[in-house]
């Protein structure tokens, strides 16, 4: 059974950096056409994808938040990391976490329950 | 980048059939694959197409998915609605490894 778990602060600052980590279990990200990736959800409002970490130690990111984010993953802990700096009250989410497994095209078969980050001074 | 237009919201009674469209601003949708997803109030977002019409394993074949060169679109046909299926749906597609999803369509079963 495959489950992800986001964890992280609640309450950031703004200006402050955010670091939230993804625990999962039920598969390894040392696997060929695996990936995990991090997608937010602002309250009320759509999904946006934010960056995605391969099974090979590729990453990439959402072109428009790039400059502020970094991705990484601990294989053997079965973690995966975000660093999101300089926050803004317009980052204010849900963030989530995501498996990816890669046949003709990245099938999202796993979220984890998601971490409301809420930034405010 | 692209963008992926959704009507805000649908609506259908028990039993009938509803059609969402996911409309690609640019470039062909039928370069990339288009994935469906359902999210329950509260709940996590989950899958219900992939690959433009397969089904995850555990949804009912009353969830299908298609495109539509000719409209630049996708969408997502629910036949044989139940209130278990109110929910905001999203779409997604990509571009090189740029991730884009759609701004959601709120389904009410009346």
């Known amino acids: 059974q495959v489950t992800l778990r986001e964890s992280g602060p609640a309450l950031v600052k703004p200006k402050q950096t955010l670091t939230l980590s993804c625990t999962f279990s039920?598969?390894?990200?040392?696997?060929?056409?695996?990936?995990v990736a991090w997608i937010r959800q602002p309250p009320g409002k759509a999904l946006e994808w934010l960056a995605r970490?391969?099974?090979?130690?590729?990453?990439f990111y959402n072109i428009s938040l790039r400059t502020r984010l970094t991705i990484s993953k601990d294989t053997s802990k079965n973690q995966v990391v975000l660093i999101m700096s300089d926050m803004d009250p317009v980052d204010t989410a849900t963030y989530y976490c995501v498996r990816g497994i890669y046949g003709t095209s990245w099938f999202l078969d796993s979220w984890g329950q998601g971490a409301l980050v809420t930034v405010s001074s | 980048n692209f963008m992926l237009t959704q009507p805000h919201s649908v609506s259908g009674s028990p039993g009938k059939t509803i059609v969402i469209s996911c409309t690609r601003s640019?470039?062909?949708?039928?370069?990339?694959?288009v994935q469906w997803f359902q999210q329950r109030p509260g709940s996590s977002p989950t899958s219900v197409i992939y690959d433009d019409d397969r089904r995850p394993s555990g949804i009912p074949d009353r969830f299908s998915g298609s495109i539509d060169s000719s409209s630049n679109s996708a969408s997502l046909t629910i036949s044989g609605l139940k209130a278990e299926d109110e929910a905001d749906y999203y779409c997604q597609s990509y571009h090189n490894a740029n991730w884009v999803f759609g701004g959601g369509t709120k389904l009410t079963v009346l």
């Open positions: 970490i391969d099974w090979d130690d590729d990453t």
């Open positions: 640019s470039g062909s949708i039928a370069s990339n694959y």
């Open positions: 039920g598969f390894s990200l040392k696997t060929n056409a695996m990936c």
